[in-house]
Every structure is written in C-alpha cells, then in structure tokens.
C-alpha cells in the first residue's frame, strides 16, 4: 500500500491549499484517514482524521479553518486548509488505518506547507 500527498506549497497568510492524499495498492478500504503535521523542531502532531462513516475530529487550533473529507471509493483523504496562519507552517502528513485482525498503519511521504506572514 502506498500514501501518495500532494497539494503543499507556499501561501501568504490569510490563503488557502487543498492537500490531496490518495492511496494505492489496496483492495480494501480503510477505517480511518487522517493527516498530522510536524514543525521544524517540534513533535509530529495530528491536524484532523475522518472515519470511513464521515465523522471527523480536529485539533482546536485548526477548528473551523480546516474541513478533512474522504471519497471512499477512490481511497482519497482532502484537507482543505482556510485562513493559513504562520502556525500553520510544516511538513504535512496523510496516514490510513485498516483494522483487521491486527491495526495496519501506512503513511504518505509529507508535502510541506509554509505559510509566510
């Protein structure tokens, strides 16, 4: 299976990114897609995830700036980033989990985001 992100750039603060992470190699779905963030010198930090059913969660500092959805078919994980703030700024992230008999993890490759003020 493989996580393949995009849609990171850099964007003046106040704009907006779409990033895309779209999985492959997989006949099955996934239950949870998500993406996490890190900063330069800080700890990897999880942004927002959506279960297969369309719940999602967000962390507070992103609420009602950033929307996570998911197209289940195509096994596809958005976030759609608004009102970009200089915090904002990291390598993102895009993760899937399956559970099975077992919790199968995957991870994307990281798409950077910089937002300059």
């Known amino acids: 299976v493989q996580l393949q992100a995009s849609g990171g750039g850099l964007v003046q603060a106040g704009g907006s990114l779409r990033l895309s992470c779209a999985a492959s190699?997989?006949?099955?779905?996934?239950?949870?897609m998500g993406w996490y963030r890190q900063a330069p010198g800080k700890e990897r930090e999880l942004v927002a995830r959506?279960?297969?059913?369309?719940?999602?969660r967000y962390i507070p500092s992103v609420n009602e700036r950033f929307t996570i959805s998911r197209d289940n078919d195509k096994n596809t994980v958005f976030l759609e980033m608004n009102n970009l703030k200089s915090e904002d700024t990291a390598v993102y992230y895009c993760?899937?989990?399956?559970?099975?008999?077992?919790?199968?993890?995957?991870w994307g490759q990281g798409t950077l985001v910089t937002v300059s003020s």
């Open positions: 190699g997989s006949s099955f779905g996934f239950n949870v």
């Open positions: 959506i279960l297969t059913s369309g719940n999602t």
């Open positions: 993760y899937a989990d399956r559970y099975g008999n077992k919790l199968y993890n995957y």
